[in-house]
């Protein structure tokens, strides 16, 4: 017979389990000290902003508001009013919350703690837009740069600081990795923003036509020709930014007008006589190697130099890993507001998506958030994710331990050690440092890490801080 609890017994319950009920809670906790410094953040807040618990305890509350990962901040509202308060916010990746601060008071009724509760509102309740405002949305989501990489943030850096001028700019990366959302960016944070922003893709206009729809034409300028005449692209993005996606693409003939454009601000239509003179920035993208191109004479050297005064490179999505959490967030929010869902993401499918290597970067990513919204059930589990994904990521994590072990076998190879004597030490430490950074870079947490390894967390956190700061230049 089952023996009921007395009322007045007390019930222990240790740090640890306190952690864990708190982690598994489905909304928010965020907890500031007097000084508006991070104490505690659970599970939920990894999942609203794409950032890990390890990455912001300690630090202000200002110095995360400041990287903008959500808008606007609660915290002044209650170190004023000293009283509960709730707004709506707007996380970085696109979610809608709802954020109630609550302030605990001391007998001086000073602020001690600011505990702050945030929860995603049910989408139900929520007024969805017709068909076009919900594309118009989801395409503003996109012209977000949402990074926590720091090769990335460079980039953006740079982005910044040459948006103000009109030099030319050259985007260069694998396909898929973000290159027309970066030139939007630079558009939009430019001094041309309230202008046109015109996207062509070089290699999507058949190349008769590649003239005259760039530059425009006469009257009779070809057979078929419009009688009046047309408007080419570029007096059409006048004042504003020309984005030329693929510009590797263009024929010879083309890339002579285009650097006549770019020197003088100038060109002749086809099949015209006049000069027209035209005001704008020209931002390029390509995923191939121009530099060859130009030694193959297959591209202008002085048209390279013309496009290349800034060059940016966008790393691919598997020098990103930091990144691909965050946004599979950001697309699940996307997707959940354009299908009207409310879909979530289990953690073991969020390690796999992890550990997959993205070949076809961020656009593979983001199409495949967005089959796993679409066919899933309410919570996307593993049986969701594709067959195909699953067993690359299983070979190459088979691939990984054949490496690691083929690494350990050659250390106990003590054949040769007469001649070249092995430091036990060096061994020890470089399988110590293997282990700590494949842990930290799958968890980045080190409760977890000392859990995975058997050692305190005290140990992990230090042997973190040893090896960890050159994880950039490693892969997992």
Same mark, same amino acid.
């Not at 000069?275 to 035209?278: L, N, S």
């Given at each position: 017979?089952h023996?009921? %609890?007395?009322?007045?017994?007390?019930?222990?319950?240790?740090?640890?389990?306190?952690?864990?009920?708190?982690?598994?809670?489905p909304?928010e906790?965020y907890?500031?000290?007097?000084?508006?410094?991070?104490?505690?953040?659970?599970?939920?807040?990894? *999942?609203?902003?794409?950032?890990?618990q390890?990455?912001?305890?300690?630090?202000?509350?200002?110095?995360?508001?400041?990287?903008?990962?959500?808008?606007?901040?609660? @915290?002044?509202?209650?170190?004023?009013?000293?009283?509960?308060?709730?707004?709506?916010q707007?996380?970085y990746v696109?979610?809608?919350?709802?954020?109630?601060?609550?302030?605990?008071?001391?007998?001086?009724?000073?602020?001690?703690?600011?505990?702050?509760?945030?929860?995603?509102?049910?989408?139900?309740?929520?007024?969805f837009?017709?068909?076009?405002?919900?594309?118009?949305?989801?395409?503003?989501?996109?012209?977000?740069?949402?990074?926590?990489?720091?090769?990335?943030?460079?980039?953006?850096?740079?982005?910044e600081?040459?948006?103000?001028?009109?030099?030319?700019?050259?985007?260069?990366g694998?396909?898929?990795?973000?290159?027309? @959302?970066?030139?939007?960016?630079?558009?939009?944070?430019?001094n *041309?923003?309230?202008a046109?922003?015109?996207?062509?893709?070089?290699?999507?206009i058949?190349?008769?036509?590649?003239?005259?729809?760039?530059?425009?034409?006469?009257e009779g300028?070809?057979t078929?020709?419009?009688?009046?005449?047309?408007?080419?692209?570029?007096?059409?993005?006048?004042?504003?930014?020309?984005?030329?996606?693929?510009?590797?693409?263009?024929?010879?003939?083309?890339?002579?007008?285009?650097?006549?454009?770019i020197?003088?601000?100038?060109?002749i239509?086809v099949?015209?006589k006049r000069?027209?003179?035209?005001d704008?920035?020209?931002?390029?993208?390509t995923?191939?190697?121009?530099f060859?191109?130009?030694?193959e004479?297959?591209?202008?050297?002085?048209?390279?130099?013309?496009?290349?005064?800034?060059?940016?490179?966008?790393?691919?999505?598997?020098?990103?890993?930091?990144?691909?959490?965050?946004l599979?967030?950001h697309?699940l929010?996307?997707?959940?507001?354009?299908?009207?869902?409310? *879909? %979530?993401?289990?953690?073991?499918?969020?390690?796999?998506?992890?550990?997959?290597?993205?070949?076809?970067?961020?656009?593979?990513?983001?199409?495949?958030?967005?089959?796993?919204?679409?066919?899933?059930?309410p919570?996307?589990q593993?049986?969701?994710?594709?067959?195909?994904?699953?067993?690359? =990521?299983?070979?190459?994590?088979?691939q990984?331990?054949?490496?690691?072990?083929?690494?350990?076998?050659?250390?106990m190879?003590?054949?040769?050690?007469?001649?070249?004597?092995?430091?036990?030490d060096? =061994?020890?430490?470089?399988?110590?440092?293997?282990?700590?950074?494949?842990s930290?870079? *799958?968890?980045?947490?080190?409760?977890?890490?000392?859990d995975?390894?058997?050692?305190?967390?005290?140990?992990?956190?230090?042997?973190?801080?040893?090896?960890?700061?050159?994880?950039?230049?490693?892969?997992d």
């Open positions: 017979m023996q009921s %609890l007395n009322p007045e017994e007390k019930i222990s319950i240790s740090t640890d389990v306190l952690i864990k009920i708190l982690d598994h809670s909304n906790i907890v500031l000290d007097r000084d508006t410094r991070i104490v505690y953040a659970n599970k939920a807040y990894e *999942r609203h902003y794409g950032v890990k390890s990455e912001i305890i300690g630090k202000l509350n200002d110095e995360i508001f400041s990287k903008g990962y959500w808008t606007p901040s609660i @915290v002044p509202l209650v170190l004023k009013e000293k009283k509960s308060i709730t707004i709506k707007t996380s696109g979610k809608e919350l709802i954020t109630t601060a609550i302030p605990l008071l001391n007998d001086d009724q000073e602020i001690e703690l600011i505990i702050t509760t945030t929860q995603e509102p049910d989408y139900k309740e929520l007024y837009p017709e068909e076009q405002e919900i594309e118009e949305v989801s395409e503003v989501y996109r012209e977000k740069i949402i990074t926590n990489n720091k090769k990335m943030n460079h980039v953006i850096q740079l982005c600081k040459v948006s103000h001028v009109d030099t030319t700019v050259l985007i260069q694998e396909s898929g990795t973000g290159k027309g @959302v970066l030139a939007k960016y630079i558009h939009k944070v430019s *041309r923003s309230h046109p922003f015109l996207s062509i893709n070089c290699a999507a058949p190349e008769p036509l590649l003239e005259s729809e760039l530059f425009g034409y006469e300028a070809f078929g020709a419009n009688k009046s005449g047309k408007e080419g692209l570029l007096m059409a993005a006048n004042g504003g930014t020309v984005f030329l996606d693929e510009i590797g693409e263009l024929p010879l003939r083309v890339q002579a007008k285009l650097l006549q454009v020197q003088d601000f100038e060109f239509p099949g015209s000069v027209r003179k035209v704008i920035r020209i931002v390029s993208a995923n191939q190697n121009l060859d191109m130009v030694q004479k297959q591209f202008r050297e002085d048209l390279y130099y013309r496009l290349h005064v800034v060059n940016l490179h966008i790393p691919p999505l598997r020098e990103r890993k930091e990144d691909i959490i965050p599979v967030y697309f929010s996307v997707f959940n507001k354009k299908y009207r869902l409310n *879909r %979530l993401i289990s953690q073991e499918v969020l390690d796999i998506l992890y550990q997959f290597s993205w070949p076809g970067n961020i656009r593979q990513l983001e199409n495949m958030v967005e089959s796993l919204v679409v066919t899933s059930g919570i996307i593993l049986s969701d994710v594709p067959t195909s994904l699953m067993e690359q =990521v299983k070979q190459r994590t088979d990984g331990k054949s490496t690691y072990n083929a690494k350990l076998n050659s250390y190879d003590f054949s040769h050690t007469a001649d070249h004597p092995v430091s036990l060096s =061994v020890i430490e470089e399988v110590e440092k293997e282990l700590i950074i494949k930290y870079a *799958r968890y980045r947490n080190t409760r977890k890490v000392a995975q390894l058997l050692i305190s967390q005290s140990k992990a956190a230090r042997l973190v801080r040893k090896y960890y700061k050159n994880i950039e230049t490693m892969t």
